[in-house]
């Protein structure tokens, strides 16, 4: 494929007119990318990269899949924008699909252009439903980088944005690996459930409009709750009327299997914000989906939000071609059958390498977390490693210690273990020589 500029052009370029997210400008080395097919992608010298982050865990359908390609391409030929006071076909299929696929009676959907929109008009409607201000989240959570939705980011990156939005309290979570109350999965008292009820009294629960958690939490480490965690967090909020939101920005999608992370506990929250996998990040578009009690509230109270591209025809014929691939390629059931070897391949990569102290996985969303250590469990410093990975041609993500494994969700075993291979070659020549 024949580029105007060079590699070089290409990222001199970028950096000299364009900020890179979450770094010190003078800093970042980007990967000329230039086109991709399937679970690879290419820069401007033809190097291939095998996906191993599905770009930021986006690209769940494989790059350049040609159904949603077409889709973008047909849609573009007759209508690509339309106000957002219009009615339009492509807006009123994908309405009533999410209906479909959500899980309960969530019916309704206000379309966003990605996460953190989804949930600062989640934040909104919240408020404006239950007339209480106070939004209760995680502190290892992850959910946008906007004024509100960062104030609801429990992570560092929230600090530098501080004072932030007002009335959100943070909580701990269920973090077997490293709990915050001094437990072992062998003898848990699952205080991350009991903990946030002790928070919700010290709140004042007539405050309180809101709990909002990530299905499967994602960016902080990949953190699955214990199986009861769901749907106590359920009845807490039935009890004191808190609305329930579930952030299903990365989870969502069939990245643990089922559409939504929550579907493998049978909840259904009152709220889903979603976005990345819904066009499999072809085209820009988030969602906020709320239950139908919630939507016949507006029925006669005006929803006082409102975006420009709202229910963009463009993004919306890309998200209904995208649901259509998952369902058509049954790309779920290949995302279940290839995590399952995916999670027995982690087992075996914690058995073989000391510096691997925990993995956790459910569908093809899994992480490692290293360690120097597997009694102090300090954390491991893995840069090297993530450079030696992107190097030979596999592309990845971390977050500190924790390296994520979370290819598009049609890759197959043989292109898993390509990567997989590359993984066991460099714990052992990078990762394990740390280890005391």
Not at 261 to 279: E, L, S
Not at 364 to 369: N, R, V, W
């Amino acid at each position: 494929m024949s580029n105007k500029l060079s590699a070089q052009e290409i990222v001199d370029m970028n950096k000299e007119y364009t900020f890179f997210s979450w770094s010190a400008q003078g800093a970042v080395n980007p990967i000329p990318v230039t086109h991709a097919e399937g679970v690879y992608f290419y820069d401007a010298n033809g190097k291939r990269y095998l996906d191993f982050a599905s770009q930021l865990v986006n690209t769940n359908v494989g790059h350049q899949h040609p159904k949603v390609v077409k889709a973008i391409q047909d849609q573009a030929a007759v209508l690509t924008f339309a106000s957002p006071g219009a009615a339009t076909e492509p807006r009123g299929l994908l309405g009533k699909k999410l209906a479909e696929i959500t899980p309960g009676d969530l019916k309704k959907t206000f379309f966003t252009l990605g996460g953190a929109e989804a949930n600062e008009n989640a934040i909104k409607i919240a408020r404006q439903y239950t007339g209480r201000h106070k939004i209760l989240a995680r502190y290892r959570s992850y959910h946008g980088a906007t004024h509100g939705a960062i104030a609801l980011t429990g992570d560092y990156r929230r600090l530098a944005a501080e004072p932030a939005m007002s009335g959100v309290v943070h909580f701990l979570d269920p973090y077997c690996y490293r709990c915050p109350f001094g437990w072992t999965k062998d003898v848990c008292h699952r205080e991350c459930i009991s903990h946030v009820e002790e928070v919700i009294q010290h709140e004042g629960p007539d405050q309180i409009a809101a709990i909002i958690l990530e299905g499967v939490t994602g960016t902080n480490g990949l953190i699955i709750p214990p199986d009861e965690y769901w749907p106590r967090m359920r009845d807490i909020c039935d009890k004191y009327g808190i609305l329930l939101i579930s952030d299903e920005v990365m989870s969502g999608w069939g990245r643990t299997g089922e559409w939504f992370a929550v579907d493998n506990w049978k909840v259904t929250p009152d709220i889903i914000t979603t976005a990345k996998g819904i066009t499999a990040g072809y085209v820009p578009l988030g969602a906020v989906i709320v239950r139908e009690h919630i939507a016949k509230y507006f029925d006669d109270h005006t929803l006082v939000a409102g975006l420009t591209y709202n229910g963009h025809a463009l993004a919306c014929a890309t998200a209904l071609a995208t649901i259509a691939a998952y369902e058509e390629d049954h790309i779920f059931e290949n995302a279940r059958k290839v995590g399952k070897y995916l999670g027995k391949r982690l087992e075996e990569l914690k058995a073989k390498h000391p510096s691997v102290g925990d993995v956790r996985y459910i569908g093809m969303f899994s992480a490692l977390e290293l360690v120097k250590n597997r009694e102090t469990k300090e954390p491991l410093d893995i840069t090297a490693l993530k450079n030696f990975l992107i190097s030979n041609g596999v592309y990845v993500f971390n977050f500190k210690n924790i390296l994520f494994v979370v290819p598009p969700l049609v890759i197959t075993v043989e292109q898993l273990d390509e990567g997989l291979t590359l993984l066991d070659e460099g714990l052992a020549e990078l990762m394990d020589k740390q280890t005391i």
